[in-house]
C-alpha cells in the first residue's frame, strides 16, 4: 500500500474524488481514505498544515496502514529562479530550515539523534515522478525542500534558506514526513507545484494560485500511480 499525504483538503480533493472501493477510517483526528487507485492499493489523507500534524499523519499511516511508500503532494513557495508559478519541485532531499541547536555548537538544521541535515528521498520516487512530469509536460527541478513552522514571505529569509540549505522551494510538511519515513525506513518523496516565490509578494500570490498548483502537483501524482 502507498500512503498519498497532502497538508491541505485542496491538495487531495481531485484525487480522492477517483478512489474506487473507499474505507474511511479515522484516527487521531485524521480521515484515512483507503482504496485503489489507478489499481494501486493506497491510503489518502489531508494531514492538516505544518510538521506535528505531518508528522504524525505519516506515522500514523506506517504504523496502521502498513504503507511500503509515502508520496506527499502539495504546494510550496519557490526560492529557485528557475521555478515558475505551477511548476513542479521534487525532493531528491528534505531539511528543516527551523531546526537550530547551533546555540550548542550544532550545523544549523541539524536533527539530534539521527545527525543529519538532510534526509535522502528515494532515487527510485524520484525518477517516477520526473518520468510522469516529463509525461505530462511539466517542468521540474530536483533538488532540496526545505520545511519549516512558518510561511515564508519575507526576501531576508527566503535568502537565507535558499543559499545556506541550497533548497529549490520551501513549505512546512515535507521534512517532517521525511523523518518519519526514516526512521522507519520507508521510501518517500515530496511533489510541490510552486504556488508562490516565497517573498513579500507570497501571499497575494499564494490566495490566487494555490488551488491551480495543488491540482498540478495531484495530477502528477496520480501518473506517477499508473506507472507504479
Ligand atoms: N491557514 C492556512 C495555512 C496555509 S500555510 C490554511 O490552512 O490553508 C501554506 C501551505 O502551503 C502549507 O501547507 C505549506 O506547505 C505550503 N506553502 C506554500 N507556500 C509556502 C511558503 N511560501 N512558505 C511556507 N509554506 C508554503
Same mark, same amino acid.
Given at each position: 500500500m502507498i500512503g498519498i499525504i497532502g497538508a491541505m483538503k485542496v491538495e487531495l480533493e481531485a484525487l480522492k474524488a477517483r478512489l474506487q472501493d473507499v474505507t474511511v477510517t479515522r484516527i487521531s483526528g485524521v480521515d484515512f481514505y483507503s482504496g485503489k487507485l489507478h489499481g494501486t492499493d493506497v491510503v489518502a489523507a $489531508?494531514? =492538516? $498544515? =505544518?510538521k506535528v500534524f505531518s508528522a504524525v499523519c505519516a506515522q500514523t499511516m506506517v504504523l496502521k496502514f502498513g504503507v511500503k511508500a509515502i508520496i506527499n503532494t502539495g504546494v510550496a513557495g519557490g526560492l529557485s529562479p528557475n521555478l515558475k508559478l505551477g511548476e513542479v519541485a521534487i525532493a531528491s532531499q528534505v531539511c528543516q530550515h527551523d531546526m537550530d541547536t547551533s546555540g550548542v555548537g550544532d550545523p544549523k538544521g541539524l536533527i539530534s539523534g539521527i545527525n543529519k541535515v538532510f534526509i535522502d528521498a528515494d532515487p527510485l520516487w524520484v525518477a517516477k515522478a520526473e518520468k510522469a512530469a516529463q509525461k505530462l509536460g511539466i517542468h521540474t527541478e530536483t533538488g532540496v525542500i526545505a520545511s519549516g513552522d512558518q510561511f515564508v514571505c519575507d526576501t531576508d529569509r527566503k535568502a537565507w534558506i535558499r543559499d545556506f540549505f541550497r533548497a529549490e522551494a520551501v513549505e512546512m510538511e515535507g521534512a517532517a514526513i521525511g523523518q518519519v519515513c526514516f526512521v522507519n525506513e520507508i521510501p518517500f518523496v515530496v511533489i510541490r507545484s510552486i504556488s508562490d516565490d516565497a517573498s513579500g509578494h507570497a501571499p497575494v500570490s499564494y490566495e490566487s494560485f494555490f488551488k491551480e498548483a495543488a491540482q498540478r502537483a495531484v495530477a502528477l501524482t496520480e501518473e506517477m500511480l499508473k506507472e507504479a
Open positions: $489531508v494531514s =492538516g $498544515v =505544518g
